[in-house]
């Protein structure tokens, strides 16, 4: 078992930033893949970023890349997702998962992101 639990939603002004915060505890190893999601207002889940626990393999989807960027502290066992130059079409939820098989098999309660024009 996996425990995810996300942090550091809340609203901002268009062009702001946010930083937020995955603490992951329970069955997690070299091997297991953390990522994040969104869910926008009316749209299907969608993939943002991923990252191999030990670092490695650091993924971003082409429409983020430049904005957001996807890292780790395996020491704090935290995962993070900086957001830059924020617009109002990434207001969402962001759920956390992890990978500790060929699917996405734990997800945290999601953070909701408000970017405001």
């Known amino acids: 078992q996996v425990q995810l639990v996300e942090s550091g939603g809340g609203t901002v002004q268009a062009g702001g930033s946010l930083k937020l915060s995955c603490a992951a505890s329970g069955r997690t190893s070299s091997g297991t893949t953390m990522g994040w999601f969104r869910r926008a207002p009316g749209k299907e889940r969608e993939f943002v970023a991923s990252?191999?626990?030990?670092?490695?393999?650091?993924y971003t989807t082409d429409a983020l890349k430049g904005r957001f960027t996807i890292s780790i502290d395996n020491a704090k066992s935290t995962l993070y997702l900086q957001m830059n130059s924020l617009l109002p079409e990434d207001t969402a939820i962001y759920y956390c998962a992890a990978a500790t098989s060929a699917t996405w098999n734990y997800w945290g309660q999601g953070t909701q992101v408000t970017v405001s024009s």
């Open positions: 990252v191999r626990w030990n670092g490695g393999d650091r």
